[in-house]
């Protein structure tokens, strides 16, 4: 009984702390409802279907445009994997959202680990759920991620 008399004296003493804990939840649920939506629908329906990663699109560009888009990109990253992995204890769809801060991140092998989140049936489900909802064909998946196509 100690123990919960402490945790309560915390919590008093520390409303402010609680407060923002709080406010912060429900902004990046509310974030995560408005943007998460957008970002999946924006993966290109056959971005996981090639075993391997070609050239993207951004690396046709001039090289100051492609230079700005990479930082911009991967800040956005940034921002939905602190987002993600505070979804993880939080309100909010966090492996989705882990997923797209993945897709939007550069780093070495990030292909594999993002097609290996892949593997999980809900993982797909939410997927196809947000891009249907955004009017967004559903992602075109090799047979090994549980998909028709042959990769």
């Not at 709080?22 to 939506?37: Q, V, Y």
């Not at 056959?46 to 046709?60: I, M, V």
């Amino acid at each position: 009984m100690d123990v919960v008399w402490r945790v309560w004296e915390w919590l008093l003493d520390n409303e402010l702390i609680i407060g923002l804990l709080a406010a912060g939840s429900l902004l990046l649920l509310i974030l995560s409802l408005a943007l998460l939506p957008l970002a999946v629908s924006l993966i290109p329906a056959d971005y996981f279907a090639a075993k391997q990663r070609g050239l993207s699109r951004l690396h046709r560009m001039h090289p100051a445009t492609h230079a700005a888009l990479v930082v911009a990109k991967n800040l956005a990253g940034g921002v939905f994997l602190i987002g993600g992995l505070a979804m993880l204890v939080l309100p909010g769809q966090g492996l989705l959202t882990l997923l797209v801060a993945l897709i939007l991140l550069d780093f070495p092998g990030k292909y594999r680990l993002e097609r290996r989140l892949l593997r999980y049936p809900s993982v797909i489900r939410g997927i196809n759920w947000l891009r249907r909802r955004a009017g967004a064909r559903p992602l075109i998946l090799p047979r090994e991620l549980g998909g028709e196509e042959e990769g």
